[in-house]
Antibody
């Protein structure tokens, strides 16, 4: 069964950083793009950024430029999302989602990771 | 900043047909925006319905269809069922590696 498995719930204080991981289970996503999407409480989905299969190219939504870093470790089949200088409005569920190249859609989704930013 | 627009809410009767739309603040939606559609029920991760404008994801019933209608992408549900009640989101590729979600449509079946 194909799954994207994300790391667990995080609680952070304002100004801190958070790293969320995403690994594939049941398949190898070394040839897939991996996107990050978040959803604040009671709000819609928001695309954050994407990393290409070799892990050498990233694209970020303008809103997150300078605060967001997406990396991947091909040896462990894991992708990481780091968001810096957290604010209370970064409180959200963060999802990873994979895209088979040249399909331009999010085929498999992780279960989501709740990140709470609170003093 | 590109904005993707969706109806905030929509209602359909059981067995009825509804068309949800997805527009672009900066112009017309085309197949080059690779419109895709997802639905999400509370507490669950999104699930893919339609991609590349009109291709149904594996396991999605054929009463869900995608198209371009005028200058927008569209998701049509025919023969609506109670368990179609959900939030529906579209995503558009806007170029240079960037994707933008619409604000989502809450569909009520009653």
């Amino acid at each position: 069964q194909v799954q994207l498995v994300q790391s667990g719930t995080e609680v952070k204080t304002p100004g801190a950083s958070v790293e969320v991981s995403c690994r594939a289970s049941g398949y190898t996503f070394t040839t897939d793009y991996v996107h990050w999407v978040r959803q604040a409480p009671g709000q819609g989905l928001e695309w954050m950024g994407v990393i290409n299969p070799p892990g050498k190219t990233t694209y970020y939504a303008q809103k997150f430029q300078g605060r967001l870093t997406v990396t991947r470790d091909t040896s462990t089949n894991t992708v990481y999302m780091e968001l810096n200088t957290l604010r209370s409005d970064d409180t959200a569920i963060y999802y990873c989602a994979s895209e088979t190249p040249s399909t331009s859609f999010f085929k498999y989704w992780g279960q989501g990771t709740l990140v709470t930013v609170s003093s | 900043q590109t904005v993707v627009t969706q109806e905030p809410s929509f209602s359909v009767s059981p067995g009825g047909t509804v068309t949800l739309t997805c527009g672009l603040s900066s112009g017309s939606v085309s197949t080059r925006n690779y419109p895709s559609w997802y639905h999400q029920t509370p507490g669950q991760a999104p699930r893919t319905l339609i991609y590349n404008t009109n291709t149904r994801s594996s396991g999605v019933p054929d009463r869900f269809s995608g198209s371009i209608l005028g200058n927008k992408a569209a998701l049509t549900i025919t023969g609506a069922q109670a368990d179609d009640e959900s939030h529906y989101y579209c995503v558009l590729y806007t170029g240079s590696g960037i994707y933008v979600f619409g604000g989502g449509t809450k569909l009520t079946v009653l």
